[in-house]
């Protein structure tokens, strides 16, 4: 293979790391762990961009002579900068321009260029450029709760995936709440990965809730976040939204119900009616959320609180509701 053919596959490798790099990032599946080397990951990604810069002004430094003294015509000149894979980069009288150019460079220039493909080709299969099961997961579009229990979506979990949604939620609320990788826990920071959305048999992958983590966002006090997990909890028993209760049950209070304060005493009001229609387990675990959060998250002693009086209530519930298994 000829120089000038490689300084077309490195160019064209360049867009392809690139992207890969930034769907990764902006990927919504991307949250817990991803703060600890964003700043890294974004760091390198400049330092790509930069070399993608750098090597093009470089190819334009290069052919421009041949498109001033014609031998490529502007046409070309534009073809060879913007498609790496054209012919134009293996026509013979390009390469002769190029090492008539280069003179005695033209092999160290080469080696260079040879070494630079390897470089890519190793940033590529990093990046999984190649991977269309990857690729298609960084692109793939997830599903916020807060779709499903407006009804926004052709889906409607069942009772059973709505508790057991809960208690996985709780699970992660132990492990990851008074860290920096959850701020919020509403409804429209619990996402789902995409299932099949189209036709009858549309569903969604529930056994797989993910929250985003928001880190340049200022962490909410305990009492707010626990809170907040009570209404989330609250919205998973009935199925439906705060601000759809608070119109049918208390219009009084929906034109203000993005208000917290309006928001917590609406959600008081609503835990009433919460065992008769869930249980005693279910209404234990959401009267600690939204009656008992701690004044502080210093220490673990919250967690095993959170544990015996959340988690595990939820976790009975969702065994008392599995179907029974019979022997024969």
Not at 124 to 147: G, I, M
Not at 148 to 154: D, I, S
Not at 256 to 274: G, K, S, T
Request: hydrophobic share 40%; aromatic share 10%; glycine share 4%.
């Amino acid at each position: 293979m000829s120089g000038i053919e490689i300084a077309g596959l490195v160019i064209g490798a360049f867009p392809l790391a690139i992207s890969a790099m930034e769907h990764f990032e902006q990927s919504k599946k991307v949250a817990g762990t991803f703060y600890r080397f964003r700043r890294v990951h974004r760091k390198t990604l400049g330092k790509v961009k930069d070399c993608q810069l750098k090597f093009r002004l470089n190819m334009k430094a290069l052919l421009l002579p041949l498109l001033v003294d014609d031998t490529v015509t502007k046409i070309e000149y534009e073809q060879l900068l913007a498609n790496p894979g054209d012919a134009g980069w293996r026509e013979e009288h390009v390469e002769e321009a190029l090492a008539e150019r280069l003179g005695e460079c033209y092999e160290r220039y080469t080696e260079l260029l040879k070494e630079m493909e390897e470089v890519m080709l190793t940033l590529c299969k990093a990046t999984r450029v190649d991977d269309e099961d990857f690729q298609a997961l960084l692109n793939s579009r997830d599903t916020a709760l807060s779709e499903v229990l407006c009804g926004n979506v052709p889906v409607s979990p069942t009772r059973l995936q709505r508790y057991t949604i809960a208690a996985t939620l709780a699970s992660s609320f132990v492990r990851f709440e008074s860290t920096p990788w959850i701020r919020e826990w509403t409804s429209n920071d619990v996402h789902f990965p995409d299932g099949d959305l189209s036709g009858q048999a549309a569903k969604l992958k529930y056994e797989e809730p993910f929250t985003l983590a928001q880190f340049d966002t200022v962490a909410s006090p305990p009492g707010d976040n626990y809170q907040s997990f009570g209404i989330l909890l609250l919205e998973l028993c009935f199925g439906k939204p705060l601000e759809e209760y608070t119109v049918q049950q208390r219009p009084m209070f929906a034109a203000a119900i993005a208000d917290p304060m309006v928001r917590h005493f609406v959600a008081y009001q609503w835990l009433e009616d919460v065992e008769g229609e869930a249980g005693e387990h279910f209404a234990n675990a959401l009267r600690h959320c939204l009656q008992q959060s701690p004044a502080n998250l210093q220490n673990n002693k919250w967690r095993e609180q959170f544990a015996q009086s959340v988690v595990w209530p939820l976790q009975q519930c969702v065994e008392i509701m599995q179907p029974s298994k019979t022997t024969l």
